[in-house]
Antibody, heavy 120, light 112 residues
Framework: EVQLVDSGGGLVQPGGSLRLSCAAS????????MSWVRQAPGTGLEWVSV???????YYADSVQGRFTISRDISKNILYLQMNSLRAEDTAVYYC??????????????WGRGTLVTVSS | DIVMTQSPDSLAVSLGERATINCKSS????????????LAWYQQKPGQPPKLLIY???TRESGVPDRFSGSGSGTDFTLTISSLQAEDVGVYYC?????????FGQGTKLEI
């Protein structure tokens, strides 16, 4: 079955760190444009980061310099390392598979999400 | 960043009736070289992740019922559900993938 299973969320204090994981099955992470998208409580969707098939990665301005996206090709897992966390990073984080187009991506497969709460 | 604005914020429609959701982008998402609109629609049911319904503004994703249709071009787009079913309740989002960062509308809550 083609699916994404994200995990690793939890409660963390401001300034702390957390690493999210997204295990893929039924397809290969390294041959797809893989993103993280977040949704703060009761609000809409915000794209966070992407890793291209070639390994290049890009970030939203709001997380640039604090978050790092990576992948383990042997395990077929996508990661999001989150450092210097702030209250405004509180959200459900979804990993998502992007369909590449001439420019950017729409998302045809989503994980179920993992909740990150940043609070003292 | 391209700002996506949906209307209305919420909508109540009777079973079997038509539902229409609008999405407006702050700049055109039409690429003239291939005449494609870089716009997608998603459905999110409570407690679930978003589900892709429509891409290229009007192409239905595999498995999506044909009561869902997308239209529009340039900066103005519409998602139409021709005959509302109970399982269509949820929040609907548009997304542009023409410019970085890709951005989503604020969502439209659809109720019976």
């Amino acid at each position: 079955e083609v699916q994404l299973v994200d995990s690793g969320g939890g409660l963390v204090q401001p300034g702390g760190s957390l690493r999210l994981s997204c295990a893929a099955s039924g397809f290969t992470v390294s041959t797809n444009y893989m993103s993280w998208v977040r949704q703060a409580p009761g609000t809409g969707l915000e794209w966070v980061s992407v890793v291209y098939t070639g390994g290049n990665s890009y970030y939203a301005d709001s997380v640039q310099g604090r978050f790092t996206i990576s992948r383990d090709i042997s395990k077929n897992i996508l990661y999001l390392q989150m450092n210097s966390l702030r209250a405004e990073d509180t959200a459900v984080y979804y990993c998502a598979r992007g369909v590449s187009t001439s420019f950017y991506w729409y998302f045809d497969l989503w994980g179920r999400g993992t909740l990150v709460t940043v609070s003292s | 960043d391209i700002v996506m604005t949906q209307s209305p914020d919420s909508l109540a429609v009777s079973l079997g009736e038509r539902a229409t959701i609008n999405c407006k982008s702050s700049q055109s998402v039409l690429y003239s070289s291939n005449n494609k609109n870089f716009l997608a629609w998603y459905q999110q049911k409570p407690g679930q992740p978003p589900k892709l319904l429509i891409y290229w503004a009007s192409t239905r994703e595999s498995g999506v019922p044909d009561r869902f249709s997308g239209s529009g071009s340039g900066t103005d787009f519409t998602l139409t559900i021709s005959s509302l079913q109970a399982e269509d309740v949820g929040v609907y989002y548009c997304q542009q993938f023409y410019s970085s960062p890709c951005t989503f509308g604020q969502g439209t809550k659809l109720e019976i």
